[in-house]
T-cell receptor, first 115, second 110 residues
């Protein structure tokens, strides 16, 4: 069964450093998403991406964040200058289309630890 | 998006059916009812969704009240692997994102 994959599984970085989290969505899916979950808190939406453009973003997704689909398979989340409060699990998801009736498939997540 | 209300936690015995309730009294006519679950240390996983009619799939059944103000996720025979946080989420037409609440933490007793 096709699945969303994410690398690395765990990333440790120092405050102020740039990190890139990578995701490979399911191959025939057109919509891509990033969510994050701070330890013990809710899963929060960050951004959705369709047709090489951001289609929606949350208040969390400020200028420090960017997303890119550099080739036909990868989808990346970049944090330019990490802060302690960016420590969280980051989940990538994909769906065939962005309909309210469509399901999203999530990857296993990348645990980001900022020290 | 309309709000959903779920119990914080529930327990069930292994191999028995589990009924997880969700209230969504402010649901609108174009809101789909989605259920996701999150197993420990994993990403969220799609379970089932519906609009008006009851739905069945290999994982679960979804029973939707006639007025659509509540729904129930039914796991027909719980296993230890079903221990997870279950989220009931409404998705409105044109809304791409999933808005997660705190969900119901389901504990399965062996």
């Amino acid at each position: 069964e096709p699945e969303v994959t994410q690398t690395p599984s765990h990333q440790v970085t120092q405050m102020g450093q740039e990190v890139i989290l990578r995701c490979v969505p399911i191959s025939n899916h057109l919509y891509f998403y990033w969510y994050r979950q701070i330890l013990g808190q809710k899963v929060e939406f960050l951004v959705s991406f369709y047709n090489n453009e951001i289609s929606e973003k949350s208040e969390i997704f400020d200028d420090q964040f960017s997303v890119e689909r550099p080739d036909g398979s990868n989808f990346t989340l970049k944090i330019r200058s990490t802060k302690l409060e960016d420590s969280a699990m980051y989940f990538c998801a994909s769906s065939v289309n962005g309909d309210a009736s469509d399901e999203q498939y999530f990857g296993p997540g990348t645990r980001l630890t900022v020290t | 998006d309309a709000k959903t209300t779920q119990p914080n936690s529930m327990e069930s015995n292994e191999e028995e059916p589990v009924h997880l309730p969700c209230n969504h009294s402010t649901i609108s006519g174009t809101d789909y009812i989605h259920w996701y679950r999150q197993l420990p240390s994993q990403g969220p996983e799609y379970v089932i969704h519906g609009l008006t009619s009851n739905v069945n799939n290999r994982m679960a059944s979804l029973a939707i009240a006639e007025d659509r103000k509540s729904s129930t996720l039914i796991l027909h025979r719980a296993t230890l692997r079903d221990a997870a946080v279950y989220y009931c989420i409404l998705r409105r037409f044109g809304n791409e994102k999933l808005t997660f609440g705190t969900g119901t933490r389901l504990t399965i007793i062996p």
